[in-house]
């Protein structure tokens, strides 16, 4: 059981230093975050209509019949779309941020690490 705990917390080290990596040293995920020069007018547009939430936009009404959901469907096909991400109030917490990253971190690992130990054949 020790040595499995110590097998779990080097991986988690290892995946949150490789995340690290990954978003802030390489910027390989540069190209998620894209920049809109005119961000200050989208930003206006959402907090005067949504709520803090994520959304999928175009989408049918809640409650649309089957009928409308394809009609919608046809309609929307071809046109611009997107997922919308929005929060009223800016929190930058990074401590908390990566904490909490490292806690998922570790219980995937712990997860990996029993489910190698319930296949034939290892000696975990």
Known sequence: ??????????????????Q???WA??????????????QDAVMQVLSENLEP??????QPAPGASNDEMQAYQSEAAGKPWARVS????????MGMS???GFVVDLLSAILLIWILGKMQGLNL
Do not use: C, D, T
């Open 1 to 18: 059981m020790k040595n499995r705990l110590i097998a779990a917390l080097v991986a988690a080290v290892i995946l949150f230093i490789w």
């Open 20 to 22: 690290f990596l990954s």
């Open 25 to 38: 040293a390489l910027g390989l995920h540069q190209a998620e975050m894209q920049y809109a020069p005119n």
């Open 53 to 58: 939430g994520h959304y999928f936009m175009p």
């Open 86 to 93: 929005y929060y009223s109030s800016m929190n930058v917490n």
């Open 98 to 100: 990566m904490i909490r």
